[in-house]
């Protein structure tokens, strides 16, 4: 099992820049991908970006690529979203997960299995 702690939301302007950061504890995190999602009211959680267990391989939703970038540390059991050049659609929470089984390379979203709580970034117009 696999705990994860989302952080670094917040209110941003369109156009302005938010880092969110999710930490994992409980199991070996560099084994696993990772990918970050969210949800918007009244709509369905969406896949925003993954990034696999050795961190070669990266995915963006077409609506985040150029804007936003999904990194980790492994030595701080760490994953990050960078979040530029906000827009007032990017409003929702967002939810750190990890890949239900070690060494994949989180293409695809139904491999999510363990989530975070979510953290709130409201993108203002």
């Known amino acids: 099992q696999v705990q994860l702690v989302e952080s670094g939301g917040g209110l941003a302007q369109a156009g302005g820049s938010l880092r969110l950061s999710c930490a994992a504890v409980g199991r070996t995190f560099k084994n696993y991908a990772m990918g970050w999602f969210r949800q918007a009211p009244g709509k369905e959680r969406e896949f925003v970006a993954s990034i696999s267990w050795s961190g070669g391989n990266i995915y963006y939703a077409d609506s985040v690529k150029g804007r936003f970038t999904i990194s980790r540390d492994d030595a701080k059991n760490t994953v990050y979203l960078q979040m530029n050049s906000l827009k007032p659609e990017d409003t929702a929470v967002y939810l750190c997960?990890?890949?239900?089984?070690?060494?994949?390379?989180?293409?695809?979203?139904?491999?999510?299995?363990?989530w975070g709580p979510g953290t709130q970034v409201t993108v203002s117009s």
């Open positions: 997960a990890a890949d239900r089984r070690p060494l994949g390379l989180g293409r695809f979203p139904a491999a999510f299995g363990s």
